[in-house]
């Protein structure tokens, strides 16, 4: 996709957003393409799934703390979304890891393939399933695990148990770690944030908690975890 091909849409956007397809899904708000200051961007409800100031998080995120494995060591991603996470790893950090990437939701699928050509990127599996499925009958060890499990601005609380985090760590590879994307814009999620942090402890053998303000009032928290 490019502007070039609707330049009058491309100038548009830098003034408002520019609605490009819709999706709808069975799974939360309607999955929406829009162009946004010249960047197509992957919405749902109120939030950013991916290529927008999601993508912007993690890229900064990564910056501050790169991965360190060989390149057979395999990656999984839980809530690949439109691919924001496989695109910063593969084509803008270089990594050739493999790839495995849940996703439930067909509608933010179809919109990845049909307007950022995901297909392109090798070495990569993408598995429509239920997160907390896979990860129970999950029989692969990985080197980095990253979580981003938002159904609009929520994560389903299930994703923040202690019992599911136990089972993120039984598939990690010794040394390995798990990334756990946490928004925290009130109160609420910032209990939310603290708890999860408590969990992390009790279940890493060592946690470091990364705050990335792209947004200043609704920072994301990414919270690690290594395993032994």
Known sequence: MSFIDD???????????????????????DIEVSLINGRYQLNAGCVNYSYGPLHDAFRRYFAKDKPRFVETDPILIL?????????????????????TGVELDEAVLNAAYDHFNIDRLKNLEIVRMDAHDYINTCQQKFALIVIDLYVDEFVP??????????RVHNCLLPGGKVV????????????????????FNNIFARCITFKIPVNKQSPNYMITGFAD
């Open 157 to 166: 609380p299930v994703f923040e148990s202690t019992g599911f985090l136990q």
């Open 79 to 99: 809530g690949f979304g439109g691919g924001s996470v496989a695109v910063i790893l593969r084509e803008e950090l270089g990594f050739n890891n493999p790839v």
């Open 7 to 29: 330049p009058l849409r491309y100038l548009g956007s830098f003034a408002g957003e520019q609605r490009v397809d819709v999706y709808k899904s069975l799974v939360g708000p």
């Open 180 to 199: 756990f994307n946490k928004l925290e814009s009130d109160e609420k999620t910032c209990g939310e944030r603290i708890a999860l942090e408590t969990i």
